[in-house]
């Protein structure tokens, strides 16, 4: 290794996500994964490296980290922290490494979009607008390392560090970038309520009602966001192994699961680095285990009110590293345990699923555990999720839009099969020169109250201003049948519901 002080200083420009990085200029180039990047930093003065950034996704990351190396051909090293399990699990620096070891070919995105598929038993993409020969290029003329700790990955930077400058490998690159700009209907901004029984049914109409009619804002990572404001979810039915569709169009799989839900139920030792989980914030955050808490609270008081966790530390407002989930809040009634889990933000798209199997198996390991420690046998009530931000970054719009034209449709045809209103169902039929309408129970179908009158609008405003909660098709229903009573009224004819 030939040692010598660092003559030039090459300041990083990146194209993409600037806000995202901690920028030096020296010539390695570091991605700390899951890892916070100030965790590496602190130990390296600007001049011993080029740029220090984060890799969530190797679907949506990887190819906005290589835009930005072509742009800075000053880079001749890239040292690669893989080193947590949320690295292993999301796989993104694994793809990354795959990317310079083995390489790419083209191919389509599960999206069906044409790119470069990268050699790895990773998925990962790079956009099709890169030259070929320039990612080849960048693959000879970067040595890549992989570190699996924080000192190891400052060990090999401080390595590098020390040898000769070695001279640019070409000129700047740069490579146009297609941009999907959604088309939004007019909608409500705030206080959204969608049902579904499974957690894959209900990811499917979250992503529809925000493509549809969210609100484009900036966000605070370089790019846009689609957003709607306190979205309440709520999953009615989903089995106990999960249900995962075949073939599977959610963002994760079972093995991705079953690492996962370890990170909600269970504690986790402090990892330099790595903020925290939300096990760790629900079982030794605060010095008390509030998940054990919760379980011997409900047993001593089965219909208490007061069943709450605390994931938000007031100490979150300095260090910038707060959890997205907030407060859980679960309530038992007629023998059924239900969870509410309030999230202050949540990507829709690529975080709600795994969050919503992770939040469902805590459920049922409290029901399971109050079984065990009490007489009490309750039954899994719904899982409802409240996330005040509720947003798909832009990086996905080709995504959500091709889930969303494969499975909405076809979704919302299978609920109609299974029709039913909280509200009730209601029963019309003309007497004299009035229409009466009755409206019960949707179970038992107990009479609970009678609407009369002679004008088919003035008659449906009324059923819906006494039950709010109606569903719109349900409420439409209601206005043809209406009308057609209405019709039979003044023709004479003998008017028959559904006929």
């Keep these: 290794m030939v040692l010598t002080e660092q ?36 130990h390296l003065s600007s001049d011993e490296f080029a740029v220090i950034g984060q890799l969530y996704s190797p679907t949506r990351g990887i190819s906005f980290l290589i835009r930005n190396l072509l742009a800075n051909p000053h880079v001749r090293f890239l040292v690669v922290l893989n080193a947590t399990k949320e690295d292993i699990n999301a796989g993104g620096c694994e793809c990354l490494l795959d990317f310079f070891r083995q390489g790419f070919s083209e191919g389509k995105s599960d999206t069906g979009r044409k790119c470069w598929i990268i050699e790895s038993r990773i998925s990962g993409y790079i956009d099709i607008e890169i030259e070929a020969n320039a990612l080849e290029q960048l693959r000879q003329s970067v040595q890549c390392r992989e570190a699996k700790s924080i000192s190891d990955a400052v060990s090999i930077v401080k390595d590098y560090s020390q040898l000769r400058e070695v001279k640019p490998w070409g000129k700047e690159l740069k490579f146009p970038l297609a941009e999907i700009i959604p088309n939004v209907l007019p909608g409500t901004r705030y206080g959204h309520r969608i049902e579904g029984r499974t957690i894959a049914e209900t990811w499917v109409k979250i992503i529809h009602r925000i493509k549809t009619t969210g609100t484009l804002r900036p966000t605070g990572y370089d790019g846009q966001w689609q957003e709607l404001i306190d979205l309440m979810a709520i999953v009615t039915d989903e089995p106990p192994d999960f249900y995962f569709p075949e073939p599977n169009y959610l963002p994760l799989d079972r093995e991705f699961i079953e690492e996962y839900v370890h990170q909600v139920v269970d504690d986790s030792a402090y990892r330099q680095g790595v903020k925290y989980t939300y096990g760790q914030r629900l079982r030794s955050w605060f010095g008390r285990d509030q998940i054990e808490q919760i379980i011997h609270k409900l047993i001593g008081e089965i219909d208490a009110a007061s069943a709450v966790m605390s994931l938000w530390d007031v100490k979150d407002h300095d260090t910038g590293g707060s959890p997205c989930l907030n407060h859980i809040w679960l309530r038992v009634v007629d023998n059924e345990l239900s969870m509410t889990a309030t999230f202050r933000s949540n990507d829709m ?31 899994m009530g719904p899982l409802i999720t409240i996330s005040q931000s509720a947003h798909i970054y832009d990086d996905t719009f080709d995504s959500v839009d091709r889930t969303i034209n494969d499975h909405y449709h076809h979704i919302i045809e299978e609920e109609r099969k299974r029709y039913l209103d909280a509200v009730g169902n209601f029963l019309i039929k003309v007497e004299g020169k009035e229409m009466l309408v009755c409206q019960t129970t949707p179970g038992s179908g107990e009479v609970v109250m009678y609407y009369r009158g002679k004008d088919p609008l003035k008659l449906l405003r009324e059923i819906c201003a006494s039950s709010p909660a109606i569903q719109p098709e349900h409420s439409g229903y209601l206005g043809l049948e209406l009308q057609k009573a209405f019709d039979c009224i003044r023709s004479g004819k003998i008017y028959v519901q559904d006929q």
């Design 7 to 42: 003559l030039t200083q090459f300041p990083y420009k990146p194209l993409y996500k600037p806000n995202q990085l901690i920028c030096g200029t020296g010539q390695i180039g570091i991605v700390t994964g899951w890892t916070v990047r100030g965790a590496i930093a602190k």
């Design 349 to 379: 798209f690529s975080a709600w699923p795994a969050n919503a199997i992770g939040l469902r198996k805590l459920q049922e390991h409290i029901r399971d555990e109050i079984a065990k420690k009490s007489e009490y046998n309750l039954r």
